[in-house]
């Protein structure tokens, strides 16, 4: 995850509220960035992804917005539930690398 | 629903032991990952394979060594195990190089 900063590391958020995550990357020629969600003593799993090509996507209370200018996408979780507690990473990939670099992650705790 | 299996939960071996940890996945993916996960520092990509016989390092491939002569089945072998090996091991595998990586349930290993 060298070349993936997630902020802020823990965020507590009142459930109902919304949370963002923001990660920065430095490579330019990245093109894929997906975020997936671990919940505790669970594996990680894929919640959503976006390409360079795309400002945002949305997938019913997720949504994922990139900057490719400022190098930062961000998760936005709305209408918070005790279900979204969990630890969140993003990564990035570029063509070419065959890798995705992960960030260390983000531990959000939904308070009810 | 994709399946991948990693034959052990938890795991304790004792420092220069060989050690083998297997991974399985039933949905005919091309690419197979394995990553460690320590706290505070996410997922590290240890090796990575996308076709039979064929492997190429990650970023933290000191110390392992890895064998995919099946199609559905990937292996991560440690040499000679040592205490800075004690982690929780990740395996993925996915059909789209990098991309959408389904996550098996991992391995804690304990070496001691």
């Known amino acids: 995850g060298e070349n993936v900063e997630q902020h802020p590391s823990t965020l507590s958020v009142q459930e109902g509220d919304s949370a963002v995550i923001k990660c920065t990357y430095s490579d330019s020629a990245s093109n894929y960035f997906p975020w997936y969600k671990q919940e505790l003593g669970k594996r990680p799993q894929l919640i959503i992804d976006i390409r360079s090509n795309v400002g945002e996507k949305k997938d019913q209370r997720i949504a994922v917005t990139l900057n490719k200018t400022a190098k930062h996408f961000s998760l936005h979780i709305t209408e918070t539930q005790p279900e979204d507690s969990a630890v969140y990473f993003c990564a990035e990939g570029a063509y070419g690398n065959n890798r995705l670099a992960f960030g260390k992650g983000n531990q959000v705790v939904v308070i009810p | 629903d994709v399946k991948v299996t990693q034959s052990s939960r938890y795991l304790v071996k004792r420092t220069g032991e060989k050690v083998f940890l297997e991974c399985v996945q039933d949905m005919d993916h091309e690419n197979m990952f394995w990553y460690r996960q320590d706290p505070g520092l996410g997922l590290r990509l240890i090796y990575f394979?996308?076709?039979?016989?064929?492997?190429e390092k990650g970023d933290i491939p000191e110390g392992y060594s890895v064998s995919r002569e099946k199609k559905e089945r990937f292996s991560l072998i440690l040499e000679s195990a040592s205490t800075n090996q004690t982690s929780m091991y990740l395996c993925a595998s996915s059909t789209t190089g990098y991309e959408k990586l389904f996550f098996g349930s991992g391995t804690q290993l304990s070496v001691l």
């Open positions: 394979s996308y076709d039979v016989k064929m492997k």
